[in-house]
């Protein structure tokens, strides 16, 4: 157990729809990240917050944004979804000051139907 | 541009025999590195990180790795694998941004 929590765990949903992924961060790290992993792509990084503030964004969508709250928590919306949509999405997080190393949350398996 | 080759898509190796996965990075300096392993419908597991100093890295589960920086390679390594093993192990690194940039990950198959 890393200490990352993801919820939902699976998430069924259909084309058109929005959803909202949750992670909490390990107890202390304040930088959030969020991977998507799927067959054809592998793992992509999507954005990182740090403390609240963005700080690093790779290739997500206009269609998909994210925020992090006051408490560290952080939440992934994906809006208009699409078929390729379909993926496991990863939460990470990281102290960064004792090292870079990420620490992973056990996913949400997201299905557009 | 940077990025991670993992050769190898699939492995298959017998219960008790040594294991080598290998991991090429791309990289315009010596960036962090990692090796992670996925258990099927899990998240991603940390085994070890190399970051500077001693070029052999010793991680979780019995595993270790070494960093080449003549070959920019990052090759992990067990010597005797147990069926527990099987999974699939990914190899990552981070450079002066902060996202990990993984390699496509290598299926590791243990026969009995």
């Known amino acids: 157990d890393s200490g990352v929590t993801q919820t939902p765990k699976h998430l069924i949903t259909a084309t058109g729809q929005r959803v909202t992924l949750r992670c909490s961060p390990r107890s202390g790290d304040l930088s959030v990240y969020w991977y998507q992993q799927s067959l054809d792509q592998g793992l992509q990084f999507l954005i990182q917050y740090y403390n609240g503030e963005e700080r690093a964004k790779g290739n997500i969508l206009e269609r998909f944004s994210a925020q992090q709250f006051p408490d560290l928590h952080s939440e992934l919306n994906l809006s208009s979804l699409e078929l390729g949509d379909s993926a496991l999405y990863f939460c990470?997080?990281?102290?960064?000051?004792?090292?870079?190393?990420?620490?992973f949350g056990p996913g949400t398996r997201l299905t557009v139907l | 541009a940077q990025s991670v080759t993992q050769p190898d898509i699939h492995i298959t190796v017998s219960e008790g025999a040594s294991l080598e996965l290998r991991c090429n990075y791309s990289y315009g300096a010596t960036p962090y590195l990692f090796w992670y392993v996925q258990s099927p419908g899990q998240g991603l597991q940390l085994l070890l990180k190399?970051?500077?100093?001693?070029?052999l890295v010793q991680g979780i589960k019995g595993f270790e790795a070494e960093f080449k920086r003549s070959q920019s390679s990052f090759n992990l390594r067990k010597p005797s694998v147990h069926w527990s093993d099987a999974a699939e192990y990914f190899c990552?690194?981070?450079?002066?941004?902060?996202?990990?940039?993984f390699g496509k990950g290598t299926l590791l198959t243990v026969n009995p």
């Open positions: 190399y970051f500077s100093g001693d070029t």
């Open positions: 990552a690194f981070r450079g002066s941004n902060y996202k990990l940039t």
């Open positions: 990470a997080s990281s102290v960064e000051t004792s090292g870079p190393e990420q620490f």
